[in-house]
């Protein structure tokens, strides 16, 4: 069984750029979640989908991110104008009903300049 | 709000030794999840060990198992004979029953000497 995609690996960019990350969850999964996690720090949440509808952003900075789960399938993340805290890891996880075991992509390292 | 809270910023263990990393958290719930992951320097958070709260008896994956205490509220994770494989950073998670979203501790990392 294939894992959650994402891409890119790595995105460098200067402040005030937009970028855009994606992400392909487990086959059947119905549950998508974008965390951001700053260096040496756990993750958090900033959007959960259920399928293409959102559940939960009460922690997304909806004035400069914003993400979308069209076909409620793949999603993508899109920060617009970066700013230097944005730097982290952007995590994409999903899970299945039931135990809600969630299941994590590679993460994209994001460094804002 | 749930909170977890991981007071050991750093552990370092011989290989083969035994290490046990804390984790204590705060809810109100009565019924929940907890969960134990990995994160090595690949990045990719790797699910170790999980305890659903209405179960008393401790969870074991194999080398991995955890200390449950509900009433004080802690979830320590035991590493039984340690290897350089398991050197990572660890973060304890805690889910409600009826929700989704993981609230996850600031992480240990663990370094496995040879």
């Known amino acids: 069984e294939a894992g959650v995609a994402q891409s890119p690996r790595y995105k460098i960019i200067e402040k005030r750029q937009s970028v855009a990350f994606w992400c392909n969850p487990i086959?059947?999964?119905?549950?998508l979640y974008w965390y951001q996690q700053i260096l040496g720090q756990g993750p958090k949440l900033l959007i959960q989908?259920?399928?293409?509808?959102?559940?939960?952003d009460s922690q997304l900075p909806k004035d400069r991110f914003s993400a979308e789960r069209l076909k409620g399938v793949d999603s993508t993340l899109k920060i617009q104008p970066a700013k230097l805290e944005d730097s982290a890891v952007y995590l994409c996880?999903?899970?299945?009903?039931?135990?809600?075991?969630?299941?994590f992509g590679p993460g994209t390292r994001l460094t804002v300049t | 709000a749930q909170t977890v809270t991981q007071s050991q910023p750093e552990m370092s263990v011989q290989e083969a030794e035994t290490v046990t990393l804390s984790c204590t958290y705060d809810?109100?719930?009565?019924?929940?999840?907890l969960f134990w992951y990995k994160q090595p320097p690949s990045r990719q958070m790797i699910l170790v060990i999980r305890?659903?709260?209405?179960?008393?008896q401790n969870a074991t994956e194999n080398r991995f198992s955890v200390n449950f205490q509900k009433a004080a509220k802690s979830f320590s994770l035991k590493i039984s004979d340690s290897q350089l494989g398991d050197t990572a950073m660890y973060f304890c998670?805690?889910?409600?029953?009826?929700?989704?979203?993981?609230?996850f501790g600031e992480g240990t990392q663990l370094t496995v000497n040879p």
């Open positions: 996880a999903s899970s299945s009903p039931g135990l809600g075991e969630q299941y």
């Open positions: 086959s059947g999964h119905a549950t």
């Open positions: 989908f259920q399928n293409n509808g959102v559940v939960d």
């Open positions: 809810t109100s719930e009565n019924n929940y999840y």
């Open positions: 305890q659903e709260a209405y179960k008393q």
């Open positions: 998670a805690f889910k409600e029953t009826s929700g989704s979203r993981l609230t």
